[in-house]
């Protein structure tokens, strides 16, 4: 029988009604034996429920938060307490408080979290009817963003159910964040921290179409996708940066040695300015896009193995369409923009691949 005296329950509520003390006894009858139920600032008429259920039952610790400061900062005073009260806890399961995560589902999440040490999500199927139609657009429409800008797959970006080791409880104890977009920025960390993680498959359970949600769709959804865009932007400016530099230098040097031999003119600008480009994007990249734990070494020969064969296409491209519409060579300010536009186009595929390799941290980088 699994053994889950050393994983506690992490629950978070505010201002709940009936479905906490279902919550609840659904958990200490399928085996667990340590809740940390934090009440964030509810309001006073609703106090008793938090008070009843921590007298009622010795396996919940109760906390509080003087006044409502979101889901994400009540999870990390759970986090705080548990590493600080729990020295031999092995990792800790987050629940919601409003019934929708099935108790068999949470030890399934936690029985896997203590065979492979990864952080498990408990993902549920939005295919079914039984799904509200604003949980499905809203979880598909972030899954889709997230896949586009930060290189994850994950099929249930908004789930509560995840079991987490001490280790990683550790790193998103530092994750920036108070409310939902907490929860947004422990799947980043995920990925920027070299956390490992997989999914399991839980139950799909809405109540009364999820009514008793306390998330804003408009207010909390910006919250979210600005944090995830926010990562690509950056990676836009540094681009952008380094594109400034890399055309300024291609145009001086392509200028500077119009008189050249061919050989010479047709080589030299490309190289020289993806030489200063290329180092001022490695750093900007690795410390302020993708914040990578990456050893520099590793990383820059990654980097160097992607930038090489990325400036042969922009010197084959450039200098092949040059030649096949035979171009002249004095046509300075036409090679110069179409230079540029194939240093767009290369652009997005240099993302895709940074993100996914250059950049991406392995246990092995810890």
Known sequence: MLDLSQVSVVLPSLDPDEKLDAVIDGLLEYGFTDIILVNDGSKPENLPRFQNAAQKHKEITLLHHEVNRGKGAAL??????????????????????????????????CQRMLETGNVVLGCRDF?????PARSRFGNHTTSLVFKLFCGMTLSDTQTGLRAIPRDAVEKFLTVYGDRFEYETNMLLAMKTMGIPYEEVSIRTVYIEENKSSHFHAIKDSWRIYKLILAHFFRYTLSSAVC???????????DWALRGAAAVIHATVPYVGARAVSSLLNFFLNKKLVFQSGVKTGKAMLRYYLLAVPQMAAQMLLTNGLFRLLRISETAGGIRTLWYVIVMVCLYFLSYTIQQRWVFAVSKNDQ
């Open 127 to 131: 295919t079914g009817p039984e799904v």
């Open 76 to 109: 990390k005073t759970a986090f705080a307490w548990f590493l600080e009260n729990r020295p031999q806890g092995l990792g800790v399961v987050t629940v919601d408080g409003d019934n929708q995560h099935h108790p068999e589902d949470t030890r399934a999440c």
């Open 243 to 253: 594109a400034c530099v890399d055309t300024g230098v291609f145009a001086l040097l």
